[in-house]
């Protein structure tokens, strides 16, 4: 981190304003969409670390059934934004997730995004998600939220 200029005062920054997500998080939550910036093609380490965390709660059975999605973040166009989501559903099928994608559901991902999950392009200057990204975002968050409901109003959800 301290190789590219402006990383480590943003990692530290971020990491003051946003608590780090922990085990408990995971287990109350009834749908986790994980996000991560795409590191060559795939998920960060700090995710890894995150996701290998998870492993009491595997073993216990105790996320199967929740909903789980993805999105990412690449800086270049053809940096790996679909080959990182899709990657994140190899954990999420382990964990024992219902795994939620967008497909085309939504007009908006005719103009951006991807059927797997919401992603965007941060360039070399980090640009923030255009509006477009958002909306897709969004419709991404509702579209998790309400598969959510519906199987925990079904009492579809188990966990042991």
Do not use: C
């Amino acid at each position: 981190m301290a190789k590219a200029p402006g990383w480590l005062e943003n990692a530290k920054r971020m990491n003051q304003q946003y608590e780090a997500p922990s085990e408990a998080d995971a287990e109350w939550a009834d749908a986790i969409i994980f996000g991560t910036p795409t590191r060559f093609g795939n998920i960060s380490g700090d995710l890894k670390a995150y996701v290998d965390s998870l492993g009491g709660l595997w073993f216990k059975g105790t996320l199967v059934g929740k909903v789980g999605s993805a999105f990412a973040s690449s800086s270049t166009p053809h940096g790996g934004n679909e080959s990182t989501i899709i990657s994140m559903y190899n954990f999420m099928a382990h964990l024992g997730l219902i795994i939620v994608p967008l497909g085309y559901a939504d007009p908006a991902l005719f103009a951006t995004g991807t059927p797997y999950g919401a992603s965007s392009v941060s360039g070399q200057n980090n640009t923030p998600p255009t509006a477009e990204d958002l909306t897709v975002a969004r419709f991404q968050g509702r579209r998790v939220a309400h598969v959510a409901g519906a199987l925990k109003a079904a009492g579809e959800t188990r966990t042991k």
